[in-house]
């Protein structure tokens, strides 16, 4: 019993130290002006309710993609439509040329509903499209069944209308044929049968079956093989030639052209002379991009060349007379020149020597693509700079 007894008092007095000892440790990390439990609650309370309107919104806020991880696909419509139930079908096809039977590579398109009418100023922007392809080809997708108007638009065929097209279709891809109604095939070359490029051809009307409908292309340019083309021309009688004023009496012709009917023109333009323009700075180094026009007696801008990286550049086909010849590069005075070719002349040199222009505009010393490209095609350097430089 006394050492029962013994034992309880020493796990007594263990105790005892261990409870004194959490005390001081308490009363030592604890300052004095810490409030009690409930007066802490009391001043947190207020703070938390004016932050949660913060956090909510935060939650809200879509976070920002990863760095480097893909952005979300937008939705497709045409597939949550066919989730939802609907029966939507595809309407697939090519646009071909009636004669030739080749793929049209470039067109407008309308879709209608057959309700809708032909009025394509009426269609919604949705229901037009513009098809562009080697195979003509064209597709419109999520269409509900029943009936449709199509409408194709191409500048060098005439417009064509399509009106009732069931939805789904019995085939699988549906042919549409344009036709170029009336045209003109022009092929323009010299003496050697070489086709002769960059000629613009002029078709002026004399005589229209139709005079409200005049032909709405009359200018055209012969491309590298020499040819040119008019299409969808109204019935009429017509001259064509050549719109550089010193050839048009040398290569003019007049003819009637039916409806639908075609017909050839050849033009054979004379040799007569060659200009060969050298341009140079004052220190003899070569100059590309400079402008050269050549007019004639009548005052009409007649030929026109661009030097390129040698400073070199040829006119051909020039007749004889007395020409005035200006010549511009941005950042360069220009500079007008008297050229006289005498009949029988192959070949005439121009030499041209531009000097800087200090005056010149940074956007003159610095022409965009797209201003060089308004400057080959004729405008005025003033129109194209805004007046600047000399």
Known sequence: ?????????????????????????????????????????????PVAESVAPVIEAAAAEPLPPAKGALAALPPDLIARRIAAGEELFTLHGEVLDAVTREPVPLFRMFCLTAESGLDEAAAPRHTVRIFGNPLGTFTFNGLERGRYNLLIRNEEYEPLSVANVEVPAAEEKITLLMSRGAWIDVTVSDFQEEGVSDLEVRLDPVSLDDPANPPQVRLRRTDDNGKAAFTCVPPGTYTLSLANSALAEQARQ?????????????????????????????????????QVRMWGADGRGIFRAETGTDGRARMEHVPSGEYTVKTYKPGFW???LKLTVIDGQEEVPLDIVLVGDPRATEAEQNPTPEQLERLKAGERPADVFGGGGG
Do not use: W
């Open 254 to 290: 007049q003819f009637y052209l039916g409806p639908g009917a075609s017909h050839a023109v050849s033009i054979c333009v004379p040799a007569l002379t060659s200009v060969l323009v050298s341009a140079k700075d004052a220190e003899g180094n070569a100059l590309n991009l400079v």
């Open 334 to 336: 220009r500079k007008n």
């Open 1 to 45: 019993m006394a050492v029962r007894r013994t034992a309880a008092v020493f796990v007594l007095l263990a105790a005892l130290v261990v409870a004194a000892g959490l005390m001081l440790v308490r009363d030592s990390s604890t300052p004095q002006n810490v409030p009690a439990v409930d007066d802490v609650r009391t001043e947190i309370a």
